[in-house]
């Protein structure tokens, strides 16, 4: 199976900057899309950013300018650096894998999709 262990959350002022990594692991061939999502209390889950392996990204409206997305294939693994940071950024952050090919138990498994458990944001002063 193929494990997502995210870190990088906590609190910070408004203003502030935060790093979120989100690291795989497992049998894992190649990745195609790397991206974060986000969810506030109260609210649905929302895309934030994505990154194919291709290097094309795509970043909602509010965070542009802001947020930068970027991969490192030999790690599998893909960072989100936050910068200028508002309380509406405040939400449990997702990693999510797409396309993912993957060996189980000796088959190959193709354009599988996987999640992190998630890590909190907090912009507070």
């Known amino acids: 199976q193929v494990q997502l262990v995210e870190s990088g959350g906590g609190l910070v002022q408004p203003g502030g900057s935060l790093r979120l990594s989100c690291a795989a692991s497992?049998?894992?061939?190649?990745?195609?899309?790397m991206g974060w999502y986000r969810q506030a209390p109260g609210k649905e889950r929302e895309l934030v950013a994505t990154l194919t392996k291709g290097g094309s990204t795509n970043l909602t409206d509010s965070v542009k300018g802001r947020f930068t997305i970027s991969r490192d294939n030999g790690k599998n693994t893909v960072y989100l650096q936050m910068n200028s940071l508002e309380p509406e950024d405040t939400a449990v952050y997702y990693c999510?894998?797409?396309?993912?090919?993957?060996?189980?138990?000796?088959?190959?498994?193709?354009?599988?999709?996987?999640w992190g458990k998630g890590t909190l944001v907090t912009v507070s002063s």
């Open positions: 999510n894998l797409g396309g993912v090919d993957y060996y189980r138990g000796g088959l190959l498994r193709r354009n599988m999709n996987f």
């Open positions: 497992g049998s894992i061939v190649s990745i195609n899309n």
